[in-house]
DNA sequence: TTGTAGGCGTTATCAA
DNA sequence: TTGATAACGCCTACAA
């Protein structure tokens, strides 16, 4: 059994190289101010020691934990796994480390605030629409502004630096696809929204329903909730009506599944029956049988950007004065669950 | 514009209480230590002042940080987003934080010993095998040993603490199952193996084979990536084969979809044509057409096991002598894209 | 270019 | 039961 060695500190280091901890320092952080001679000496005995540097100590003098904090309200859904790689990498590069939180338990908003204060992280991506940005960006009382962006779905408070898709206009463009193809009769699988407001898929729809003078049919919109078990529902909801859509625009691709699963079921195939386009563009998108036609969320650019546009703000780099806005594009990404009536 | 206060800290609570900094701490860790007076008062002022705990000046001064560190290949893989929700929820139970951090770089080893020896987290949660455990439980020359749980779908060092699920009587059960449906022509798509021994799937595959009197042929089992285009390659190899097996067993479920999808394009259906087993049961797999007959792998209970262990192990509940190793089960799911011949 | 010294906010020890 | 004090390891004036 090795005996587990103390840690080493910027102390050993120092006593190593014969030089004081100050420089030990220098070297580490700004190396061009240390001759390059003693510089040779650290950094041989900076390997030799096996020194790293101590964050906590670090952070305390400092005070910035250079983490940032992500916030998801189901980090479980594999739409936030390739956003959560992005903000990594992103994060990694510029010397980042991630904090990952679900926002499940009692007050979200408390804790929060509490990893913020606390240092632990220093900044926050908002993932989740259902939180309080105006609690969190003012934090309450205490009136510590916290560096964060929101990166949700949903149309974010304008005041809070914000990294979001273009939904509206995306849900219209889907909307006009089914339209083009000649459909006249087209339902909607809708999200639900965490505002007061109805949420910008539905809103788009309805517009694009509006601009190509089509009736919107009460019964062809039904609310869904992200997930499969939803799309399912919406169908049997569906399939109680009169009479079906020919075209659907499910507001996620995972309630696209399970509508077509559950029509399928009734017979009804896609794209013979109905056709039907869904949004994200998750992986298993175009290995479905039929390949599923929908909007391609960037979700990579979308955790890239987020993460750099809230470390430009820690860093002081961006303006914290002005809220920063940043719009991505989705991109329309036709396969074969739709065609032409 | 509201100023922004300095952070409170301790010494400001114990001004507002009229106490000293020490008997702060009391209450904040061990208040049955303090005067239930006392105690009204400073909580009172904790509540007044807004404090939150430094955790910087807290992991310095307890040299621990209250985090764990996850690691994992790609978090991108949706396969992770279930175990990460368990490893947070259990973490957070615990009062522990949870980062993330992705395999990639230059020498993983070497920036996960960072993360550990910095103080930044107090135990690494394995989830790539690709990673040297040796040198990682060791931490090499340092000799300082950290706690550790592998949780990958490779057989791990027996010298490290593990939780993983029985992979290799899983796959026997798989290709039983086939069997039982009356296969006599099963192939595999593996996965590769991160160490030198073959994947305990492939071995398992093997295994049931022979005991059931079959021939494995060559040109059936192909190797595969872990994701669907590899599904989609190992088909179109299979194509070029003189004869189809009739049964499939693929060692992941996302491969199973694009052997599925890419021997549709080829006329081949399943299961008319040929039966298919995945393995994991994601999400999606019963939403497949057909759905997915495939291994469960008890990923939330992963992911709480190994954080569980991984926790006990930190705060030595659980002995660090003799290495834990924790192997859960698999289940057999069947629904309809196997059938019998 | 290098060293000295002080303090970041906590908690553990010891004494009262 | 409470308080004074020192120490955790680092960085940054300031001084040399």
Not at 120 to 126: E, V
Not at 296 to 324: F, H, V, Y
Request: neutral net charge.
């Amino acid at each position: 059994m090795m005996k587990p060695k103390k840690t080493p500190t910027i102390q050993d280091v120092a006593r190593r190289a014969e030089v004081s901890a100050a420089t030990v320092s220098r070297v580490l952080s700004a190396p061009e101010r240390v001759s390059k001679s003693t510089r040779d000496r650290v950094n041989a005995a900076v390997r030799e020691t096996g020194y790293t540097i101590n964050q906590a100590a670090r952070s305390l003098r400092l005070k910035a934990a250079r983490t940032i904090l992500m916030a998801a309200p189901n980090i479980g859904n594999p739409y936030y796994s390739t956003i959560t790689d992005a903000v990594i990498i992103e994060a990694a590069e510029r010397g980042y480390s991630v904090m990952v939180a679900s926002s499940i338990g009692d007050d979200p908003n408390l804790w929060l605030r509490d990893y913020l204060l606390s240092t632990r992280a220093d900044g926050l991506l908002l993932f989740d629409g259902s939180l309080d940005t105006n609690r969190l960006h003012g934090l309450g009382d205490t009136g510590v502004a916290m560096p964060l962006v929101a990166a949700y779905d949903e149309l974010p408070d304008p005041k809070v630096n914000s990294v979001i898709t273009d939904n509206r206009a995306a849900a219209k463009r889907a909307v006009q696809h089914l339209v083009s193809l000649g459909h006249r009769n087209i339902g909607h699988i809708s999200v639900p929204s965490r505002n007061q407001n109805p949420h910008e898929r539905l809103i788009g729809y309805r517009e694009a329903m509006a601009e190509a003078g089509l009736d919107v049919r009460p019964e062809w919109v039904v609310a869904g909730g992200y997930n499969m078990p939803s799309g399912h529902a919406a169908a049997e909801a569906l399939l109680g009506a009169k009479e079906l859509p020919t075209a659907m625009f499910c507001a996620t691709d995972e309630m696209a599944l399970g509508f077509m699963h559950r029509l399928r079921q009734a017979g009804i195939e896609c794209p013979r029956d109905i056709s039907i386009i869904g949004f994200d563009d998750i992986a298993v998108a175009e290995y479905l049988d039929p390949p599923l036609t929908t909007m391609r969320q960037p979700r990579e650019k979308i955790g890239r950007m987020a993460t750099r546009t809230l470390i430009d703000i820690i860093e002081g780099i961006a303006s914290e004065n002005e809220p920063i806005h940043v719009v991505l594009t989705s991109d329309l990404v036709v396969r074969q669950s739709t065609r032409a009536i």
